[in-house]
Nanobody, 115 residues
Framework: QVQLVESGGGLVQPGGSLRLSCAAS????????ANWYRQAPGKERELVAS???????NYADSVKGRFTLSRANAKNPVYLQMNSLKPEDTATYYC?????????WGQGTQVTVSS
């Protein structure tokens, strides 16, 4: 059973930084892309950043230049470094992977950007 566990969320002031981590219980990231989604209250879940098993990285336009996705040499865990945070980045952030037509989600970690 694949489990994804996020950590690193919290309360930060605008302009601050946080680093989120996603640890998988298996080597799923050796085969599947690791994705970070976020969902703010009243809004749909959106894809923030992703890294393929081969290492290609993509970002949503809203976070380009501020967020950096990386991973350990073993491809697990996966990290999301978030800099220059804005109030509109406030959301629950979820780690996701899809393998063999099955979706795996973490429990989410809350990020709140507020003064």
């Amino acid at each position: 059973q694949v489990q994804l566990v996020e950590s690193g969320g919290g309360l930060v002031q605008p302009g601050g930084s946080l680093r989120l981590s996603c640890a998988a219980s298996t080597n799923i990231f050796s085969w599947a892309a690791a994705n970070w989604y976020r969902q703010a209250p009243g809004k749909e879940r959106e894809l923030v950043a992703s890294i393929t098993s081969g290492g290609s990285i993509n970002y949503a336009d809203s976070v380009k230049g501020r967020f950096t996705l990386s991973r350990a040499n073993a491809k697990n865990p996966v990290y999301l470094q978030m800099n220059s945070l804005k109030p509109e980045d406030t959301a629950t952030y979820y780690c996701h992977a899809r393998l063999s037509s099955r979706d795996y989600w973490g429990q989410g970690t809350q990020v709140t950007v507020s003064s």
